[in-house]
């Protein structure tokens, strides 16, 4: 079971910038598929965007497409995600997690880092 631990949230004003990352423990990262969810207060948790294996192809949510960038080091076992432009709906705990597939749910998710947005 990998293990996965995010960093890099705070509190930004609507316009600013943040960038997430998520270190994973083990040899096999490369093998994984990666994403990055959000859960906002009340609502349940939501897609953000996802990053295959090589890094060459990424998947975003269109409330976050243009204004996030999802990336990864394989040599660093990391995930991250660019977040510029912030608004206040952007306020959530994101999580990272881990795929096997991306036909499959993940298999493993980290603890969540808040990001909180001020307008």
């Known amino acids: 079971q990998v293990q996965l631990v995010e960093s890099g949230g705070g509190l930004v004003q609507a316009g600013g910038s943040l960038r997430l990352s998520c270190a994973a423990s083990g040899r096999t990262f490369r093998t994984y598929l990666m994403g990055w969810f959000r859960q906002a207060p009340g609502k349940e948790r939501e897609f953000v965007a996802t990053i295959r294996r090589s890094g060459g192809s990424a998947r975003y949510a269109d409330s976050v497409k243009g204004r996030f960038t999802i990336s990864r080091e394989n040599g660093q076992n990391t995930v991250y995600l660019q977040m510029n432009t912030l608004k206040p709906e952007d306020t959530a705990v994101y999580y990272c997690?881990?795929?096997?597939?991306?036909?499959?749910?993940?298999?493993?998710w980290g603890q969540g880092t808040q990001v909180t947005v001020s307008s």
């Open positions: 997690a881990a795929f096997y597939s991306e036909y499959e749910n993940p298999f493993s």
